[in-house]
């Protein structure tokens, strides 16, 4: 064999590695999640790029397969603690969640691994999300036709974003948009819920009847970048967007118009959470702070007062 053969041999022996794995998951299904009684439609590798129908403006182009699906554990049963006995420090990132009375506590160091948490708060199913490579902290309702669905990674990137697959249809989602891109359930929604991403100490101080989020096996306390100058504010409602400069945002209240809804973004006293509301009713919205350059991949020229 001559050298100059050995590079093309090592691309098609890699290719066949990489083809094989998926293949030998072609027998297995999903994790179960504790008390869902369903079961996943397909394998492993029937989920691995874009299948069936597929969501107005989607690109198969812009989504890449980095992983398998569930390389990245979702939490599928959660488990949760009183905020006495969590074991969290003071400035611990945290996605704050009240629904009905019941409130929560998902810390960013255990979502920074595993990225999904399928849970049930306030008698409301729900996904929680974290995006570390857009900063999107995310809380979705999970009912899909007026069913809980499930929810696990998929492994992929659209836009950069990260995406998850339905264990029902094995449909492909996207995070930042809350949106099948393809399969089954493509262009189906999920709302997205209001939540604050804070500290444990202020969430904690704010909610002290508060539970937390653990986990069997260690998890570090995120030590990333906290929301700054690279980050934006966004709203979004229905098909229209908006964004602030997050820098702007925590130094008073800012008021803005999102679609034919005037809005204000403020920083919450009690919790130091970004928060939204509706000015002509009081209703709070959902926020989702981000990078700049990741919100930009989804809402082009809707950053207030920049050119973007």
Request: hydrophobic share 45%; aromatic share 8%; with cysteine.
């Amino acid at each position: 064999m001559t050298d100059r053969a050995l590079p093309v041999l090592i691309v098609i022996t890699a290719a066949a590695i990489l083809l094989s794995a998926v293949g030998g998951c072609s027998a297995s299904e999903p994790p179960s999640p504790a008390g869902y009684a369903g079961e996943f439609a397909g394998a492993y590798d029937e989920t691995i790029g874009p299948r069936g129908p597929a969501a107005a403006g989607f690109s198969d182009a812009e989504l890449v397969q980095l992983l398998l699906p569930d390389d990245i554990p979702p939490i599928y049963a959660p488990r949760f603690v009183p905020a006495a006995d969590a074991d969290l420090p003071h400035d611990e990132l945290v996605i704050g969640l009240s629904i009905n009375g019941d409130a929560r506590a998902y810390p960013t160091g255990i979502l920074f691994s595993r990225e999904l948490v399928n849970d049930v708060v306030g008698g409301v199913p729900v996904l929680v999300s974290w995006c570390p490579r857009c900063y999107a902290a995310l809380v979705h309702e999970r009912r899909v036709n007026g069913t809980a669905a499930v929810f696990g990674n998929q492994g992929a990137l659209y836009k950069g974003a990260m995406t998850w697959f339905d264990h029902a249809t094995g449909s492909i989602w996207s995070q930042p948009l809350g949106m099948a891109l393809t399969g089954t359930e493509a262009g189906a929604t999920l709302p997205l819920v209001p939540s604050q991403l804070t500290t444990w100490g202020k969430w904690a101080a704010s909610h002290p009847e508060t539970t937390a989020l653990v986990v069997s096996e260690p998890s570090p306390a995120f030590r990333g970048n906290r929301p700054g100058a690279n980050h934006v504010v966004g709203v979004v409602i229905g098909d229209s967007a908006a964004a602030w400069p997050y820098d702007s945002v925590i130094d008073g209240e800012v008021a803005g118009v999102v679609g034919d809804t005037p809005v204000a973004v403020w920083r919450d006293a009690g919790t130091g959470a970004i928060r939204a509301r509706t000015t002509d009713g009081g209703r709070e919205l959902p926020t989702m702070i981000a990078y700049r350059s990741a919100w930009l991949k989804f809402y082009p020229g809707s950053i207030a007062g920049r050119d973007e």
